[in-house]
């Protein structure tokens, strides 16, 4: 295959992405220290998909805020330590020539709760046992983990200047993009569903005013960092009767145009335990491609993940139409140069560059 659009490289704003070929952010719940401080570990796990190949690496989500962690095991951007400490991790991802960008979230009335480690328990950590109080839009809790306290006005306004604020870490850090977390059940996403926002304020009733927090963190970003790419992570259906579904995540993905994003990484689900999630090989493309023909040709990039597994696979999602770049997540765990191996399956013109001189003994 000549020249695949799977590895050709791709602008968002003041950068260029060597391939399109993208690192979906997965938690590792391996901040032992429970200081939000990325160690060795998120060294080399960062450093080893950088080496891969491909073009743009996610840190997994990452809490702009002590309680917006979902673990007290999970990453922080809200102090200098953190922030020097990330430095590294941009450092190490740029030395292999891959681009970074870091997932900002806060994880609302997911929050303190079990790493999700083999062995550990499940649900939330009780106060008194070193969890903590969570927050979101209304006091309904998911499913059996404990009930959160509505925020109030002032501290909504907190939340978007915590999100701000994460992000100039972020650019302090040397990191190329930042992505908005307001998928799978976590803060934004709480305020973007009719199931966990019972609100009869400005932030909840009709899709407008529940849109309207996420719609501030994305335009907060943008004032202060004009030439940073912003990607937004949104789950486009909750597969469950009554919820956030296609047609909203349409009306939302125009409006976060408006407001200076580059990128919508489409996701689904996470919001409601019962759902039935119809699973399967790139389950969630047609979404992604749903919004792409929505959306204004050129107005923004669209972003697609969940179970593709193959080289073929995401070249066809890319040529058809369907999205303009590809995440990739759990097969990288098992194997960090899926991406070398794709390259020359496909017969890219990278795909010798993109390999490191130590390992062109190899065969990828």
């Not at 008194?128 to 925020?151: D, H, I, N, Y």
């Not at 047609?247 to 408006?258: H, I, N, T």
């Not at 140069?337 to 062109?360: I, K, Q």
Request: with cysteine.
């Amino acid at each position: 295959m000549a020249d695949p659009l799977l590895f050709q490289a791709i602008r968002l704003r003041n950068i260029e992405v060597r391939n399109r070929l993208w690192v979906s952010p997965m938690c590792q719940y391996s901040v032992t220290q429970q200081d939000g401080v990325p160690r060795d570990w998120h060294l080399q796990h960062i450093g080893a998909l950088a080496r891969g190949g491909a073009g743009l690496v996610t840190v997994e989500a990452t809490a702009v805020a002590p309680e917006g962690r979902i673990s007290p095991r999970d990453l922080g951007l809200w102090n200098d330590d953190q922030t020097a400490a990330f430095a590294e991790l941009a450092t190490a991802a740029h030395a292999h020539g891959a681009r970074i960008a870091v997932q900002l979230a806060h994880a609302g009335r997911k929050a303190s709760t079990h790493p999700w480690l083999p062995g550990a328990p499940e649900g939330s950590i009780p106060v008194g046992e070193g969890g903590w109080q969570t927050v979101a839009p209304s006091e309904v809790p998911f499913g059996e983990f404990a009930t959160p306290r509505a925020l109030g006005i002032d501290e909504i306004a907190g939340v978007v200047a915590a999100f701000a604020a994460a992000a100039d870490r972020a650019v302090a850090a040397g990191f190329d993009a930042v992505e908005v977390h307001a998928a799978h059940g976590y803060l934004l996403h709480e305020f973007l569903s009719p199931l966990s926002n019972l609100r009869g304020d400005g932030y909840g009733g009709d899709l407008e005013r529940r849109a309207r927090l996420l719609r501030e963190v994305v335009r907060a970003i943008r004032i202060r960092h004009p030439e940073l790419p912003i990607l937004v992570r949104i789950s486009a259906t909750e597969w469950t009767a009554g919820g956030f579904d296609i047609d909203e995540a349409k009306l939302v993905s125009a409006w976060l145009v408006e407001e200076g994003a580059d990128l919508i990484d489409v996701s689904s689900g996470g919001n409601t335990p019962a759902a039935r999630i119809p699973v399967g090989p790139a389950y969630q493309t047609s979404l992604a491609a749903q919004l792409r023909r929505e959306l204004p040709t050129g107005a923004i990039a669209i972003g697609a993940v969940g179970l593709i597994t193959e080289a073929a696979q995401a070249e066809t999602i890319l040529v058809t139409g369907q999205a303009d770049v590809i995440f990739v997540g759990r097969p990288l765990l098992a194997n960090p140069h899926l991406p070398l191996s794709w390259a020359h399956e496909l017969r890219a013109p990278s795909a010798e560059s993109l390999t490191p001189g130590p390992y062109h003994r190899a065969r990828f």
